[in-house]
Structures are given as structure tokens and as C-alpha cells.
């Protein structure tokens, strides 16, 4: 079992940075036995894929729409998943999800039906 609570999320101008932050309480199993993901669903639109990585932070892989501007990462001994966004534009707005995903597979994982365990989101609006 895993609780994830995103913080971070706010206000920004297009072209500014925020930093995004998925703590992460597991109950059976370690933090670092998990696949993490943020995704991402803006008003209207179904919830899309950002960023994903793996197990010990290793690999790391990313939407075409965020490559270049937005970096994941995780910190297994703080339980924590972050993403980094840089270059914000006003198309980035959107509630923002981590995700946990228990299964043992080492492939990409970029469906929200691969993952087990959601938090509540974050807002990011960018103004342009």
C-alpha cells in the first residue's frame, strides 16, 4: 500500500520554473521498489502521461510535449518523486498526479491504467 501527497503546484508566468514534490508513505514494501510517474489533466481532457522513472532513478523517460523543459527524479531515501519544470508555457496548466506503479516490469510505463496508487494533485496554471 502507498500514499503519495503532491506539493508544490501553484501560480507561475509562462516561462518560469516550479518544482513539484510526491511523498510517498508505502506500507509492505519500500519506496524504491516502485515505479513512479507524474501525470498530468487539464479541464476537459483526459489525463495524460508526463514523466516516468525507474525503480533507483536510473532511467528516466518523458513526454515529446515536456522533453527538454521538465526532469524527473526520485530520492529513495526520503520517499520522494520531483519534477522539475522548467520553461513553463501556458498549455503546461493542468492538476499534476504522481503515481506509483507496484508491478515488477522494467518497460516504460505510460498509461495511467499501469499504475496502482494516485495522490490527490497538484495545480500549476501558467499565465501568459
Known amino acids: 500500500q502507498v500514499q503519495l501527497v503532491e506539493s508544490g503546484g501553484g501560480l507561475v508566468q509562462a516561462g518560469g520554473s516550479l518544482r513539484l514534490s510526491c511523498a510517498a508513505s508505502t506500507s509492505g514494501r519500500t519506496f524504491s521498489s516502485y515505479l513512479m510517474g507524474w501525470f498530468r489533466q487539464a479541464p476537459g481532457k483526459e489525463r495524460e502521461f508526463v514523466a516516468g522513472?525507474?525503480?533507483?532513478?536510473?532511467?528516466?523517460y518523458s513526454a515529446d510535449s515536456v522533453k527538454g523543459r521538465f526532469t524527473i527524479s526520485r530520492d529513495n531515501a526520503k520517499n520522494t518523486l520531483f519534477l522539475q519544470m522548467n520553461s513553463l508555457k501556458a498549455e503546461d496548466t493542468a492538476v499534476y498526479y504522481c503515481?506509483?506503479?507496484?508491478?515488477?516490469?522494467?518497460?516504460?510505463?505510460?498509461?495511467?491504467?499501469?499504475?496502482?496508487?494516485w495522490g490527490q494533485g497538484t495545480q500549476v496554471t501558467v499565465s501568459s
Open positions: 522513472i525507474s525503480r533507483i532513478g536510473i532511467t528516466t
Open positions: 503515481a506509483a506503479d507496484r508491478s515488477t516490469t522494467v518497460r516504460a510505463r505510460t498509461s495511467p491504467n499501469d499504475y496502482d496508487y
